[in-house]
């Protein structure tokens, strides 16, 4: 298993600024990813976060709006840039320990956008 | 497209006693992994079991178990000895080159 954290765990923020949330693992993983998960519903990938390269976005995310980094195989952030309220959701990081099997998570990020 | 169907939205076991949620998936792959977490009002996210597709073998951990039938693609969960800390959402999840979950299944144990 892996150790995540999360930071910060929640915020309040105006709508138009941007919000980066950081994500350390206690061990070198291969992968890192991220999802957001709207009041109420499931969990949606919102990218694949590679380290030393541009991350994979899923349908429906683009990096101006969700610029992510990885500079090594424990750290990574994903900012939400220009706010609305209808970014308002829990923001979830998740490693891969072994390729290709169960994700680990963190305490994910609640955004709040007013 | 893969997808992960979770029929109920909600349910409720009495405690102590057994309750089984259920989950679809729609896949073409033959090597593939499943997984049911849960989500507690904390949010953080814990794996409860995982299956490897190509184990016909059921999966079990302690009070969890599954019945995996690969043919039908149904994955569904069985808690025994329901306890009040197993109150959560539960997803099931399906794997091949990333994580795609369910809708969610909210389990209220009822004291």
């Known amino acids: 298993s892996a150790v995540i954290s999360q930071k910060p765990s929640r915020d309040i923020c105006q709508r138009g600024t941007s919000l980066t949330i950081q994500c350390q693992v206690d061990?070198?993983?291969?992968?890192m990813f991220w999802y957001r998960q709207q009041p109420g519903q499931s969990l949606t990938l919102i990218a694949t976060?590679?380290?030393?390269?541009?991350?994979?976005?899923e349908s429906g995310f683009v990096i101006d709006k969700f610029p992510i980094s990885r500079p090594n195989l424990t750290f990574s952030t994903l900012t939400v840039s220009n706010m609305s309220p209808e970014d308002s959701s829990i923001y979830l990081c998740?490693?891969?320990?072994?390729?290709?099997?169960?994700?680990?998570f963190g305490q994910g990020t609640r955004l709040t956008v007013v | 497209a893969q997808t992960v169907t979770q029929s109920q939205p909600e349910m409720s076991v009495q405690e102590a006693e057994t309750v089984t949620l259920s989950c679809t998936y729609d896949?073409?792959?033959?090597?593939?992994?499943l997984f049911w977490y849960k989500q507690p009002p904390s949010r953080q996210m814990i794996l409860v079991i995982r299956?490897?597709?190509?184990?016909?073998q059921n999966a079990t951990e302690n009070r969890f178990s599954v019945n995996f039938q690969k043919a039908a693609k149904s994955f569904s969960l069985k808690i025994s000895d329901s306890q009040l800390g197993d109150a959560a959402m539960y997803f099931c999840?399906?794997?091949?080159?990333?994580?795609?979950f369910g809708k969610g299944t909210r389990l209220h144990i009822l004291p």
């Open positions: 998740s490693v891969e320990v072994r390729r290709n099997t169960e994700a680990f």
């Open positions: 999840a399906y794997r091949d080159d990333k994580i795609i």
């Open positions: 061990s070198q993983v291969t992968m």
């Open positions: 896949t073409s792959e033959s090597d593939y992994y």
């Open positions: 299956q490897e597709a190509y184990k016909q």
């Open positions: 976060a590679n380290q030393g390269s541009e991350a994979t976005y």
